[in-house]
């Protein structure tokens, strides 16, 4: 979760203590396409290495084609990409992170625009001061 914030103290809150899952940090308005294409950029860097690690890195055939490099293989392969816990689902799941964190950051971008285009609106009218 974003929290967009106003003022001179940023970044100097002790974070808050939820139920561990979800952090919010404090970003001015002006940095939060900064900070969404920061995480853009760094999804799109890990989503082509691993791509790449996923078509470079499996073992398809056996070295030897014995029982032991078959196994081996095998276990390579589980610890690469095919167990829940492997590198590369572990840092899909980054990558998937990333993502949400740009999509949720650009929601906030959005949401920070309507409302200061409504507020300068009302003031303009002299409904808000």
């Known amino acids: 979760m974003v929290a967009v914030h106003e003022g001179d103290d940023a970044g100097r809150r002790q974070p808050p203590s939820g139920d561990g899952g979800t952090l919010t940090i404090d970003v001015d308005p002006s940095m939060i396409p900064l900070l969404a294409a920061t995480f853009a950029?760094?999804?799109?860097l890990l989503g082509t290495q691993l791509r790449r690690a996923f078509r470079l890195l499996r073992i398809g055939t056996p070295w030897l084609g014995d029982p032991v490099s078959a196994e081996a293989a095998k276990r390579f392969n589980e610890h690469l990409a095919d167990s829940p816990l492997s590198l590369i689902n572990v840092l899909m799941t980054l990558h998937t992170e990333y993502e949400a964190h740009y999509d949720a950051l650009m929601s906030a971008a959005k949401h920070?625009?309507?409302?200061?285009?409504?507020?300068?609106?009302?003031?303009?009218?002299?409904?808000?001061q």
């Open 41 to 44: 950029e760094q999804a799109n």
């Open 112 to 128: 920070y625009k309507v409302t200061e285009e409504t507020n300068a609106a009302l003031m303009e009218r002299g409904l808000l």
